[in-house]
């Protein structure tokens, strides 16, 4: 079992940024492929991004490719959404997921949730 908490959300301005942290307890973060996606209001949730478990290979969403950047802290078991350059579309609820095996870009695909961290941008 993982319990995966974020953290970093906030209100920011127009090309601003945020970095959104995730910190997985119960087992260790690298031992999972990780996904983040986002829900803005009124829309299905979608992925975001992901980092597989070794060598650090990270995918993206069209949407923030060259924005965002996913990393990891092996030290402090937490995963980092890095968001750059930010966007009023940024705005949404934004969620870390793990799943073991394969990483894909499917929300069913992964079996432990976060509780979501709001990210607000105003134009």
């Known amino acids: 079992q993982v319990q995966l908490v974020e953290s970093g959300g906030g209100l920011v301005q127009t090309g601003g940024s945020l970095r959104l942290s995730c910190a997985a307890s119960?087992?260790?973060?690298?031992?999972?492929?990780v996904g983040w996606f986002r829900q803005a209001p009124g829309k299905e949730r979608a992925f975001v991004g992901s980092?597989?478990?070794?060598?650090?290979?990270?995918a993206y969403a069209d949407s923030v490719k060259g924005r965002f950047t996913i990393s990891r802290d092996n030290a402090k078991n937490t995963v980092l959404l890095q968001m750059n350059s930010l966007k009023a579309e940024d705005t949404a609820v934004y969620y870390c997921?793990?799943?073991?095996?394969?990483?894909?870009?499917?929300?069913?695909?992964?079996?432990?949730w976060g509780q979501g961290t709001q990210v607000t941008v105003s134009s």
């Open positions: 997921a793990v799943k073991g095996g394969l990483v894909t870009r499917s929300l069913s695909g992964y079996d432990y």
């Open positions: 119960g087992r260790t973060v690298s031992d999972y492929a």
């Open positions: 980092l597989i478990q070794t060598g650090g290979k990270t």
